[in-house]
C-alpha cells in the first residue's frame, strides 16, 4: 500500500534558526496538509495545500511557515525563524480529494532548543 | 465552529474486556468522522470512517464505530480488546471547504490495557 514519508524523523535545531520538513505524499494524490501536535496535546491543523497555493490555514499558520511543492513531489514546510514553541511532532497528510481518506506520515519531531 | 470532544483522557480495560471509547462532535451539517490510532512515536493510522449510509461501521483490527446524530456522538467499540491495542485513539470530524477538508482532532484517549 503506497504510504507517505516524512524526513528526518527527528530534527534538532537552536533557537532563531530556519528548518525544512520533507515529506512525499501519496503520488496520485493532489491535496495535501501539514497538521502538528505538541507533546501531550492534541493533533492541529497548520494548512492546507491545493494546485500549488495555500487554500486555508490556521491562526497557528504565521508569517514564520512557508510550505511548498517544489518539484511535484515533495511537499515542504519551512518554518523560518524557529522559537522553542515549535517543538512538536509535524505529520504530513494528503488525500486524492473530496471526503476521501486523509493518509497521514509517520511525522517529524522537530526539537527547538 | 466545528469540535470534537474526547470526555475521557485515560482508561484501562483488562485484556479480553469489551471497550467503548466515546467522542461526541459539533458540526452544522452532515459530518465526516474518523477514528485515527497512534502508537507510541508513530503516526496516525486510520480505524474507521463514516461518510454516511449505514451508522453502524466497521474498520481494521476488529474495532467498530456507530454514528448516532441525536446524540452528535461517534463512539468507537471492540468486544475483546487485546495487549497490543495499547495506544491513543483520536477522533476526529472533516471540515470540508473549498479546496479543503481539514481533520479537527479530539484531544485523544490514552488506552491501558491489563494483562
Known amino acids: 500500500e503506497p504510504e507517505v514519508t516524512q524526513t528526518p524523523s527527528h530534527q534538532v535545531t537552536q533557537m532563531g534558526q530556519e528548518v525544512i520538513l520533507r515529506c512525499v505524499p501519496i503520488s496520485n494524490h493532489l491535496y495535501f496538509y501539514w497538521y502538528r501536535q505538541i507533546l501531550g496535546q492534541k493533533v492541529e491543523f497548520l494548512v492546507s495545500?491545493?494546485?500549488?497555493?495555500?487554500?486555508?490555514k490556521s491562526e497557528i499558520f504565521d508569517d514564520q511557515f512557508s510550505v511548498e511543492r517544489p518539484d511535484g513531489s515533495n511537499f515542504t514546510l519551512k518554518i523560518r525563524s524557529t522559537k522553542l514553541e515549535d517543538s512538536a511532532m509535524y505529520f504530513c497528510?494528503?488525500?486524492?480529494?473530496?471526503?476521501?481518506?486523509?493518509?497521514f506520515g509517520p511525522g517529524t519531531r522537530l526539537t527547538v532548543l | 465552529a466545528q469540535s470534537v470532544t474526547q470526555p475521557d483522557i485515560h482508561i484501562t480495560v483488562s485484556e479480553g474486556a469489551s471497550l467503548e471509547l466515546r467522542c461526541n462532535y459539533s458540526?452544522?451539517?452532515?459530518?465526516?468522522l474518523f477514528w485515527y490510532v497512534q502508537s507510541p512515536g508513530q503516526g496516525l493510522q486510520l480505524l474507521l470512517k463514516?461518510?454516511?449510509?449505514?451508522?453502524l461501521v466497521q474498520g481494521i483490527k476488529g474495532f467498530e464505530a456507530e454514528f448516532k446524530r441525536s446524540q452528535s456522538s461517534f463512539n468507537l467499540r471492540k468486544p475483546s480488546v487485546h495487549w497490543s491495542d495499547a495506544a491513543e485513539y483520536f477522533c476526529?470530524?472533516?471540515?470540508?471547504?473549498?479546496?479543503?477538508?481539514?481533520?479537527?482532532f479530539g484531544t485523544g484517549t490514552l488506552l491501558a490495557v491489563q494483562p
Open positions: 495545500f491545493y494546485n500549488n497555493e495555500i487554500s486555508e
Open positions: 458540526y452544522g451539517a452532515t459530518p465526516y
Open positions: 463514516y461518510f454516511s449510509g449505514d451508522t
Open positions: 476526529a470530524v472533516g471540515a470540508p471547504s473549498g479546496a479543503t477538508n481539514k481533520l479537527i
Open positions: 497528510a494528503c488525500h486524492r480529494g473530496g471526503a476521501d481518506t486523509q493518509y
